[in-house]
């Protein structure tokens, strides 16, 4: 593996809150080797959103998961090609419990209870897109998303992943990376509504592909504002850090004085003590000293 293998692998492996500070850590380590290409690539990789961070450890560390979704996913277009009502059924049932316990099980390997609705969503979005298209099950085996499906009308947008590596090709033998739609059995349309069907399809395509792109120019500039808003969040910790330790260690010193300056009073106090039981003494003695002194000149 490249260096940047090596880079991608960690840094979608690790905790998310370490993406950036690591990041920059690989780039700076591959900058001083003299791989200045490597350098500006690793400097490049985006940080995964929470829903795609959650599925990437789903991935990676319970990769039987995606393999439970690409047999579900199978076993239904078999049983829709034959036409299985039955068969569909139970398989339907058994395709919501599997997206329920592995969505449960991706925040459960996060250690999140109690994941919003949102990201929730987004989980079970992008499992039900590996289930129905085994090219967006193998993006998911790599575990190097950057952002996971969502909801977008009947259908979703698929999940992104980082532009590093390509999918690895699928086993020999396996079906192709998108099952076919039932729609295509239907029966052939007139020549002017296929024609009238295809370039509104084709609009169609361009306005999404035109609102994808914006959502994505939206979420780069988000994601780069969030990145310099922790950056500027580290740097800020660093130097309340440094307040409140310069503040305890002024607490320790004030309080040394402080134990010291007691030991001093208390020994003062004792000291005072002291002498004026000495002066009583003395006092008593002066006063028996006049006494006989009067006696004596009496």
């Known amino acids: ?9 960690e840094l979608y492996a690790a ?15 591959a900058k001083t080797a003299g791989d200045k290409e490597a350098a500006a690539a690793i400097a490049a990789l985006r940080k995964p959103t929470r829903s795609a961070f959650t599925i990437n450890r789903l991935a990676r560390t319970d990769p039987d998961a995606i393999d439970a979704l690409v ?38 390997i996060i250690g999140r209870e109690s994941p919003t609705a949102g990201q929730r969503d987004e989980v079970t979005a992008t499992l039900t897109a590996a289930l129905a298209d085994l090219g967006i099950a193998d993006q998911l085996r790599q575990g190097i998303l950057v952002r996971a499906a969502e909801s977008a009308g009947f259908g979703f947008s698929p999940p992104e992943l980082t532009l590093i590596r390509s999918p690895r090709p699928t086993a ?12 295509a059995t239907a029966a052939p349309e007139s020549e002017p509504d296929v024609i009238d069907g295809a370039e509104r399809t084709r609009r169609r ?28 969040a580290v740097a800020d910790a660093g130097a309340a850090d440094t307040a409140v330790q310069e503040a305890v260690d002024r607490m320790d010193a004030a309080q040394q004085l402080i134990t010291r300056l007691q030991r001093e009073l208390s020994t003062a106090r004792r000291a005072l003590e002291e002498a004026q039981k000495r002066a ?13 002194l009067n006696k004596v000149r009496a």
């Open 205 to 232: 395509a361009g306005e999404e592909a035109e609102r994808a792109a914006a959502t994505q120019r939206r979420r780069d500039r988000e994601q780069a504002a969030h990145d310099t808003a922790v950056a500027a």
């Open 71 to 108: 047999e579900v996913g199978t076993e239904l277009h078999h049983a829709q090609t034959a036409g299985d009502g039955k068969r569909l059924r139970e398989l339907n049932s058994r395709r919501r419990q599997l997206l329920d316990r592995l969505t449960g099980r991706a925040f459960e």
């Open 1 to 9: 593996m490249t260096r940047l293998d090596d880079a991608v692998d």
């Open 15 to 29: 905790d998310l809150d370490r993406f950036v500070s690591r990041r920059a850590e690989l780039a700076r380590t």
């Open 172 to 183: 020999a033998g396996s079906p192709g990376p998108a099952r076919p739609d039932p729609a």
């Open 280 to 292: 009583k003494v003395v006092e008593q003695k002066q006063k028996s000293a006049r006494a006989a």
